[in-house]
């Protein structure tokens, strides 16, 4: 089953596609890992899941529910990681989750388990401005998990993370289908990353969907082209390559 399903699901911005008739299947409880270059359309493909700018054309469903007809409903089932994550500054990591909390209307002990779950326990009294920047990522992180919500949307959770911190939330991420019964959707530019958490995987450039599939999949179907298959990171910047060549390099 698909948690998350698009059909020719496209935005555009006066003259400019940013994503262009895209069709996602995205398995519930799985980890599935979006890739492309910057500008590719992720995190614009991502805002579109979560309300924040609305499809030029094509459609989606979330967990069977039709967006816009049902915004509210699909908003409700999934913790976000959007970009750099804001927060107020003269709160604690652990205030601030507590207003997360309260407008979800969970209970205070959410607060404890999210922190927990990303290391944070023992900074959950200092305040945000003073956390670094790879603690203002946990932050962020916890707040998408706060609750438990079957559908977790990321976008470069582990930016500015040291390699200890990339591999401890790699783990997290890996463990949360098997754990909390969930879907995760994870963008990130460190390819060896997504190799190691991810079941299936998207790959964008300029907007459109050059493969989709599970990792097995892609390394047969780049053998059959030539692309090299030692790693995620060579097949991907082959396709990428290719893709360019074919435009033109125009977008």
Do not use: W
């Not at 959950?124 to 707040?143: D, N, P």
Request: hydrophobic letters at 35%; a positive charge.
């Amino acid at each position: 089953m698909n948690i998350i399903q698009t059909t020719h699901l496209t935005k555009s911005y006066s003259g400019f596609t940013a994503v262009s008739g895209i069709d996602l299947h995205i398995p519930q409880g799985s980890v599935y890992g979006f890739l492309g270059p910057n500008g590719a359309g992720k995190s614009t493909t991502m805002k579109m899941f979560l309300g924040l700018t609305r499809p030029t054309s094509g459609s989606f469903t979330i967990d069977g529910k039709r967006y816009p007809e049902n915004r509210i409903e699909i908003l409700k089932e999934i913790g976000s990681f959007i970009e750099s994550p804001a927060f107020y500054g003269n709160l604690t990591g652990q205030e601030n989750l507590d207003i997360i909390r309260r407008i979800l209307g969970l209970p205070r002990s959410a607060v404890s388990e999210a922190l927990d779950l990303v290391g944070l326990t023992q900074y959950r009294h200092r305040l945000a401005r003073k956390y670094s920047l790879g603690m203002k990522q946990r932050l962020g992180l916890a707040g998408a998990l706060i609750g438990k919500p079957p559908i977790l949307i990321l976008d470069e959770p582990t930016n500015g993370l040291d390699p200890v911190g990339i591999h401890e939330i790699r783990t997290l991420i890996r463990s949360l289908p098997r754990r909390f019964r969930c879907t995760v959707l994870v963008s990130s530019h460190l390819l060896p990353e997504i190799e190691l958490m991810a079941d299936n995987i998207g790959i964008l450039n300029h907007g459109r969907l050059l493969f989709e599939g599970p990792l097995e999949e892609l390394e047969r179907s780049a053998a059959a082209k030539g692309y090299p298959t030692d790693n995620l990171e060579d097949t991907f910047l082959a396709l990428i390559d290719e893709d360019n060549r074919r435009r033109g390099g125009a977008r």
